[in-house]
C-alpha cells in the first residue's frame, strides 16, 4: 500500500495539475497519460510487484477513495461548483465507485495504448489506419494518408469536402484528433513542436496547437541541433530559433546551413560571404564565388576572374591572381596561371612550378599526371619528374602499374607498362587494349612479367656461359650449349622484349652458335689445330676434313649477317688415287652485278699441300 500511496502521490497530483482544475473526460487522460513515458513504466513495476493488475488497481481504488487523500491530490470545491468530479467521486456512492472503476479502466488504457507498437497501413480501399504487433486494427481506415508515430502523434491527411482539398492534422494513439485536420501540410513532431502550413505560409505549433513560430514564412527547415532552423520570407533568407526570434536577419537570397565551424555562406545579390551564429559578417559578402572553408582552414575565393585563397580572419593566403584554383589534397592545392599549372601549399607557396600545360591530382601512389606539350609524365609531391615527361598518351596508375604510349610513327601506337618507380616493366610493344586488359587482369599482367624477367635471367646466364675459354676441355658441353642456344631460338617473336633486346639476343646467339663450333672443333681436331679452323686459315698438311670445317665456319658465319650473303660452295676440280683439288667459291655482290672469289684446294693423300688461285 505504500508503494500505491508514493506512485499516485507522484504523478496522478501530476495528472490532475497537467490537465488544469477542470472537469476532464476518457481522452483527456489517456492522452495526458501517453505523453508521459516514465509514468507508464512505473505503473508496469508496481503491477509486477502486486502480481496483476487487477490486484493494482483495487489497491490504487482504496487509495482514491480515501478522504484526505482526494486532498492531498488537491481536488477541492471551487464555489458551488466540484473540481475533477471524474476523480473525486463526491457527487454520490453510486457515481464514486462508478468514475472509480473508470478512472482505473482509463489508466490501464493508457498503459496498454503506449505499450502496443501502432503501424500505419493502407487497405484495399486506399484508405489508411493503423494496426498493432498481431495486425488487429486499432484505428480504423478512414485516412488518404498516415505516418509514424513521432512523439506519441501521428500525422495524418483526410480530404476535407468543405475546402474541396486535402487536409493534415494530428491524432494520438487512440485515435483521437489532437491537433485537427485544417493545415495543408505538416511536419512530424520533434522535441515538442511541429512545423504546418496554411495556405502558403510555414510556421510551427506545439501539441496544444499553440503557435511556437508564427505562420508567416514563404519557407522553413527544421530545427538543427543548434537550435536554429533556415526560414525564408519573400525572397530572402535568415535563421530564427526556438522561440520564433530572428537571430539571423532575413536579408540573404541565398543561406546555407552552419558548418561543424559554426559558419555559414550567404549571398547577396552576386556577392557571397560567411556569416557567424550571430549574424556577424565574418567574412565580408563581396567575392563573387567563395569556397567552403576546407580542414587546413583556408577557402578559395574568386573576384572577376581570378582566384586565391583566404583564411577565417580574411588575410589573402594566396594572391588573388591565378585564373584556377583546386582544392586542397594531401597539403596541396592545383592552380593555373597564364595556362600553365603547378602546386602550392597552404601558406600560398608554390611547390610545383606552374610550367605544365596539363596537370592531374596527386593519386594514392604519391604521383600526379603532368602534360608539356604534346608529351606526358608523372610527378611527384616535390615536383621531381618520376616517369620522363616522353608519352604521347599515360593511363592512371592501378595497383602500382600505369599503360603508357609512345608512337613509332604516326599510324602505330604502341603501348607499354610502367611501374610508379618510373621503370618500363613491359617494353611498348602492345596494343592498347592488351595493355588495358593486363591492367584489369593482375594475374595476367605478373605472369607477362614475369616471362619478362624469365627472358632476362636467360640472357644473363647466356653471358656468363660465353665468359669461357672453349678450347679448354674444362668449358661447359655441347649439351649446355645447346640448350641454352634452343631457349633463345624461342625468345624471337615475343612481345614481352623490346627491339635492343631482340637484336642483342640476335648478337649473342652468334656468340653461342661460335661457342658451339669451337667446342666441337676443339674435341675433333685439338685446340691449336681449331683456332685455326675458327679464323677460317688453311695450313699446310692440315687435312681434308679441317680445310672442310674451316670452309663451313666461313659460311656458317655468314647468316647472322643482317644483309643477304650467298652460300661459299667447294666443288671437286679434279680427283686422282692420291691427290683431290677443291674448287672454293666465295660469292661476292657488287653494283656490277656478282663477281665470286675463286681460290683452289690441292690435296695429296688428304693432306693440304698447296693453295692456287
Known sequence: MKRVKEFMDCYSQNIIRELGKKEFNTADVVSTINQRKEWQEEYIKLSNEYGSYNK???????????????????IEKNGKKEISTAITGRLSPNQKWKV?????????????????????????????GYV??????????????????????????????KSASYKWGFIDRTGKEIIPLTYESVGDFSEGMAKVREGYYWGFIDKTEKEIIPIKYNEIGNFSEEGVAKVKKGLSWGFIDKTGKEIIPIKYDVIENFSEEGVAKVRKGNSWGFIDKTGKEIIPVKYNEIGEFSELGVAKVREGDYWGFIDKTVKVILPIEYNEIGAFNDGLAK???NKKFGFIDKTGKVIIPLKYDEIGNFS???????REGDYWGFIDKTGKEIVPVKYNEIGNFSNGYAAVEERRNSWSNQWGIIDKAGNEVLPKNYLKEEALNMLSDRALLQKEIQHRENAVMLIEE????????????????????????DNLMQLKSVKYLDSDEKKYITEIKKYLFTAMRTKLMTQKYG????????????????????????????????????EYVYNIYADVFSKTATTEVLKIGIPVVTLSGRNDKIFYLHFRNDKLERISY
Not at 594514392?364 to 603532368?370: M, Q, Y
Not at 665468359?467 to 674444362?474: E, L, M, R
Not at 675458327?534 to 674451316?550: F, N, P, R, T, V
Open 56 to 74: 493494482l488497481n483495487a489497491q490504487i481504488g482504496r487509495y482514491l477513495g480515501n478522504k484526505q487523500n482526494q486532498e492531498r491530490l488537491g
Open 100 to 128: 472509480l472503476l473508470v478512472s482505473l479502466l482509463l489508466l490501464f488504457m493508457g498503459f496498454s495504448s503506449y505499450a502496443q507498437t501502432l503501424t500505419p497501413k493502407e487497405n484495399s480501399k486506399a484508405k489508411w
Open 132 to 161: 498493432n504487433e498481431k495486425e488487429k486494427v486499432v484505428i480504423k481506415y478512414k485516412y488518404d494518408e498516415a505516418r509514424e508515430f513521432s512523439e506519441e502523434l501521428a500525422a495524418v491527411k483526410i480530404y476535407d469536402k
Open 335 to 337: 592552380v593555373k596561371k
Open 364 to 370: 594514392v601512389e604519391g604521383l600526379a599526371k603532368v
Open 462 to 485: 647466356v653471358e656468363m656461359v660465353l665468359d669461357n675459354d672453349y678450347y679448354s676441355v674444362n668449358s661447359h658441353s655441347q649439351e649446355t650449349l645447346k640448350a641454352l642456344y
Open 527 to 562: 685446340a691449336a689445330t681449331a683456332k685455326k679452323i675458327m679464323a677460317g686459315q688453311y695450313e699446310i698438311g692440315m687435312s681434308k676434313s679441317a680445310c672442310l670445317d674451316a670452309s663451313a665456319v666461313l659460311q656458317e658465319t655468314s647468316l647472322f649477317s643482317e
